[in-house]
């Protein structure tokens, strides 16, 4: 694949998994535009997931020990936004099951393209929320479970669509961007396993481009947490539904022109 196809698709990962235009939409995109085959691809993505785990884990890193701490210590707080991120998964975990294969059909540019689009609606909707400071509830973590279940879809947004359900039932930004991130550490973890099940053999498998993918996404990924952040505190998050409706549309435009 090459150095720079490692770095850029990793960068690629690293910026887009956490902003709200879609990590898996991008991938499917520039690996049609490189040419890069399934198995190396399917390989690949493992390690540029793991890359955006590290980052997010790293960033949260405090957060974490702490929750952790409050679950050894039996706080009855830490112990319920834990089962919180539990039940998040669920739904999650059933869609990727049940239906990877299925999933696995969609992944070409017209779907992606598709899919961006309705990414782009979701994340527009983002600018007529208002915070209410409610507390989070399990009905609350359910309805974001399943907003997190659909962004397994190629093209849509798993951070458009958990942080737009998140402000869309009320909950303050800040906590928003948090819950989102700590979702994503078990659906990373899920999503890696899911990859490594079509993994037949690692022959030709050059080691460098898979290290500097994952150093690259972590990287890369650890500054976008920090930078969506603070555009969501800024009131900036919706504008991102404008890039993913252009890139929706060209690649729509670019597929339709290339298979005629």
């Given at each position: 694949m ?5 770095v ?8 887009t ?51 952790l701490k409050?679950?050894?210590?039996k706080e ?12 998040a ?7 990727g ?19 961006l ?9 983002s ?7 409610i507390?989070?509830?399990y ?31 009320g ?13 994503a550490?078990?659906?990373?973890l ?9 993994i ?20 890369i ?6 930078w ?14 404008f ?6 549309l060209?690649m729509?435009?670019?597929?339709y022109?290339?298979n005629?």
């Amino acid at each position: 694949m090459g150095f720079f196809s490692s770095v850029l698709l990793g960068a690629v990962q690293g910026i887009t998994e956490f902003l709200p235009i879609s990590s898996s939409g991008h991938l499917v995109i520039l690996k049609d535009l490189l040419n890069i085959e399934t198995q190396y691809g399917f390989l690949f993505n493992i390690f540029v997931h793991l890359g955006t785990l590290v980052a997010i884990i790293y960033y949260y890193l405090d957060d974490i020990k702490g929750l952790l701490k409050g679950i050894l210590l039996k706080e009855k707080k830490s112990i319920t936004y834990l089962l919180f991120i539990i039940i998040a998964t669920l739904p999650v975990a059933f869609v990727g099951i049940i239906f990877n294969n299925r999933i696995k059909a969609l992944n070409n540019i017209e779907w992606v393209s598709y899919f961006l689009l309705i990414t782009g609606l979701v994340v527009f909707l983002s600018k007529f929320t208002k915070e209410k400071e409610i507390k989070l509830n399990y009905l609350d973590i359910m309805v974001i479970g399943f907003s997190q279940a659909i962004a397994i879809l190629p093209g849509i947004s798993r951070s458009g669509m958990t942080i737009t359900a998140a402000l869309l039932l009320g909950i303050n930004r800040n906590e928003a961007s948090k819950l989102s991130f700590f979702m994503a550490i078990p659906a990373i973890l899920g999503a890696t396993f899911l990859e490594m099940v079509h993994i037949n053999s690692l022959e030709s498998i050059n080691v460098m481009d898979l290290i500097t993918g994952f150093g690259t996404a972590a990287i890369i990924g650890y500054f976008s947490i920090s930078w969506l952040i603070k555009l969501i505190n800024k009131l900036h998050f919706w504008k991102f539904s404008f890039y993913a409706w252009s890139v929706g549309l060209i690649m729509l435009i670019w597929d339709y022109y290339g298979n005629n």
